[in-house]
């Protein structure tokens, strides 16, 4: 029987960290409380408080800290529309002194930060191929870690091969930075097979299929896009499609005024000087030599500037795979990549002109996908400790799944539920995350991992691919 949690004890942790908004660690917190309880029912405390949405827990192990969450940074996005958040064990990048920096300031409530427009200069001050955001070594570490090993081939020629898994991937992961709650494999489904997942909103079914639309333009088109106004208008009008209070707006630049919920950002408002603005970002991303550097630009000035109504971050993100995509590089797939440090990261671009916390974010999560595309072991690291800690439940989960002959839907159901009984609520997201991931993985090369017999499999998979 779950043991039961007295409020007042909620709300004394809830209080001691109302005043460190940056957030502590757990032997912060149990000195910081009059009346310390044990570490094991502290940790049961604070696990109960961050699968609520009470709290939010960044990192993992000793070195974990926990803050309150704050209302207005959990996305960016247009105001009036709404947000949907889901707790996540989140893996944290390490950021450079100047990207700590720069979280911090915008962590600040939004009456404490000083309230700004849009810097024309900002653009101005770039001199393609002579401005550098992302430096040499930055840049040639990417390329290095980019390129799959291929002989020279057409542009697109890489994306088209990894073209069903790109599609999951950066449908999932981008639609999941603007508050979707499909999981990967309710996006798998609806990518393959159309079916929409139970108890979700049409509009986020909606946001999924645009992405998909927009990815295959790109790969399909990749001897053509570039940065102009035919790729980016279209790309918009893909990614906005049945998504807009008004229609028409779909590729279409703004002609009205926007603001930013929780920033103190106010984006241009004459449609004049938009249209020239980003006629400007377009000419100086098009003379970009570097790929990686072209890519970053991208996902600075496009959504600083606000071209559209609404979906320029998504425009943004995926304008930055064109020169990668036509370079036959790995392309980025935002793979686990918070949300709430991308917002971050934004709020530095729109109220600070300040790219080094976005920078920070965008060079950890090129390495992350690089690694998962070109397979470059050295990439990653020291082997996952959530996965070796939890090898045996995922064993176990997989196994299931295939033995019980389960097609993608009842995978999804099963999976949710298993979760739900056997895994401690602060892991939960990433637990399904990865164990979805390992089943879309499996294949006839690597089933024996999971002490499943070929007849098994073989029963299954007939089924999973229906």
């Given at each position: 029987?779950?043991?039961?949690?007295?409020?007042k004890?909620?709300?004394?942790?809830?209080?001691?960290?109302?005043?460190?908004?940056?957030?502590?660690?757990?032997?912060?917190?149990?000195d910081?409380?009059?009346?310390?309880?044990?570490?094991?029912?502290?940790?049961?405390?604070?696990?109960?408080l961050?699968?609520?949405?009470?709290?939010?827990?960044?990192?993992?192990?000793?070195?974990?800290?926990?803050?309150?969450?704050?209302?207005?940074?959990?996305?960016?996005?247009?105001?009036?529309?709404?947000?949907?958040v889901?707790?996540?064990?989140?893996?944290?990048?390490?950021?450079?002194?100047?990207?700590?920096?720069?979280?911090?300031?915008?962590?600040?409530?939004?009456?404490?930060?000083?309230?700004?427009?849009?810097?024309?200069?900002?653009?101005?001050?770039?001199?393609?191929?002579?401005?550098?955001?992302l430096?040499?070594?930055?840049?040639?570490?990417?390329?290095?870690?980019?390129?799959?090993?291929?002989?020279?081939?057409?542009?697109?020629?890489?994306?088209?091969?990894?073209?069903?898994?790109?599609?999951?991937?950066?449908?999932?992961?981008?639609?999941?930075?603007?508050?979707?709650?499909?999981?990967?494999?309710?996006?798998?489904?609806?990518?393959?097979?159309?079916?929409?997942?139970?108890?979700?909103?049409?509009?986020?079914?909606q946001?999924?299929?645009?992405?998909?639309?927009?990815?295959?333009?790109?790969?399909?088109?990749?001897?053509?896009?570039?940065?102009?106004?035919?790729?980016?208008?279209?790309?918009?009008?893909?990614?906005?499609?049945?998504?807009?209070?008004?229609?028409?707006?779909?590729?279409?630049?703004?002609?009205?005024?926007?603001?930013?919920?929780?920033?103190?950002?106010?984006?241009?408002?004459?449609?004049?000087?938009?249209?020239?603005?980003?006629?400007?970002?377009?000419?100086?991303?098009?003379?970009?030599?570097?790929?990686?550097?072209?890519?970053?630009?991208?996902?600075?000035?496009?959504?600083?500037?606000?071209?559209?109504?609404?979906?320029?971050?998504?425009?943004?993100?995926?304008?930055?795979?064109?020169?990668?995509?036509?370079a036959?590089?790995?392309?980025?797939?935002?793979?686990?990549?918070?949300?709430?440090?991308?917002?971050?990261?934004?709020?530095?671009?729109?109220?600070?002109?300040?790219?080094?916390?976005?920078?920070?974010?965008?060079?950890?999560?090129?390495?992350?996908?690089?690694?998962?595309?070109?397979?470059?072991?050295?990439?990653l690291?020291?082997?996952?400790?959530?996965?070796?800690?939890?090898?045996?439940?995922?064993?176990?989960?997989?196994?299931?799944?295939?033995?019980?002959?389960?097609?993608?839907?009842?995978?999804a159901?099963?999976?949710?539920?298993?979760?739900?009984?056997?895994?401690?609520?602060?892991?939960?997201?990433?637990?399904?995350?990865?164990?979805?991931?390992?089943?879309?993985?499996?294949?006839?090369?690597?089933?024996?991992?999971?002490?499943?017999?070929?007849s098994?499999?073989?029963?299954?998979?007939?089924?999973?691919?229906?």
């Open positions: 029987m779950a043991r039961r949690i007295q409020d004890d909620l709300q004394a942790v809830e209080q001691v960290l109302q005043q460190h908004p940056d957030g502590m660690t757990m032997r912060q917190i149990s910081a409380l009059q009346f310390a309880p044990p570490r094991r029912t502290l940790q049961y405390r604070l696990r109960h961050v699968g609520s949405g009470r709290l939010v827990m960044e990192g993992v192990g000793r070195g974990a800290r926990y803050r309150p969450p704050r209302a207005g940074l959990a996305a960016v996005r247009i105001a009036g529309r709404q947000s949907g889901t707790a996540r064990a989140e893996v944290l990048p390490p950021l450079t002194e100047d990207g700590s920096e720069i979280r911090e300031q915008v962590r600040r409530p939004p009456a404490a930060r000083e309230p700004v427009g849009y810097d024309r200069a900002f653009l101005d001050a770039y001199r393609p191929n002579d401005t550098f955001y430096s040499l070594q930055q840049r040639s570490q990417l390329r290095e870690i980019g390129r799959p090993h291929v002989t020279e081939q057409p542009a697109g020629t890489y994306a088209r091969q990894i073209l069903n898994r790109l599609l999951i991937d950066l449908s999932w992961n981008s639609s999941r930075l603007e508050g979707n709650t499909y999981s990967l494999l309710d996006t798998r489904r609806l990518l393959d097979a159309g079916e929409e997942a139970d108890g979700r909103r049409r509009l986020e079914a946001m999924i299929l645009n992405h998909k639309d927009a990815i295959e333009f790109l790969v399909e088109g990749a001897a053509e896009i570039t940065f102009n106004r035919y790729t980016i208008l279209n790309l918009h009008a893909l990614l906005a499609n049945n998504l807009l209070a008004d229609p028409e707006a779909a590729g279409r630049l703004r002609r009205t005024d926007v603001g930013i919920e929780g920033s103190v950002f106010h984006p241009l408002a004459v449609p004049q000087v938009i249209e020239e603005c980003f006629d400007q970002a377009l000419a100086t991303a098009a003379a970009i030599r570097d790929p990686f550097e072209q890519a970053f630009f991208a996902m600075v000035h496009i959504p600083y500037l606000q071209p559209f109504d609404d979906v320029n971050k998504r425009v943004s993100r995926l304008a930055a795979n064109i020169p990668l995509i036509k036959n590089l790995s392309p980025l797939s935002f793979e686990d990549v918070q949300r709430d440090l991308y917002t971050e990261a934004m709020l530095g671009v729109y109220e600070l002109n300040r790219i080094e916390l976005l920078r920070d974010v965008f060079t950890w999560a090129y390495r992350r996908s690089a690694a998962r595309y070109t397979a470059v072991r050295q990439s690291g020291e082997p996952d400790p959530f996965r070796m800690r939890h090898r045996t439940t995922l064993r176990e989960l997989v196994a299931s799944v295939v033995r019980g002959r389960m097609d993608q839907r009842q995978a159901v099963h999976v949710g539920k298993w979760v739900q009984e056997h895994i401690a609520e602060q892991d939960r997201e990433r637990f399904r995350e990865t164990a979805e991931r390992e089943l879309l993985g499996l294949h006839e090369g690597n089933f024996a991992r999971y002490r499943i017999k070929p098994e499999f073989a029963a299954w998979w007939e089924v999973w691919n229906r």
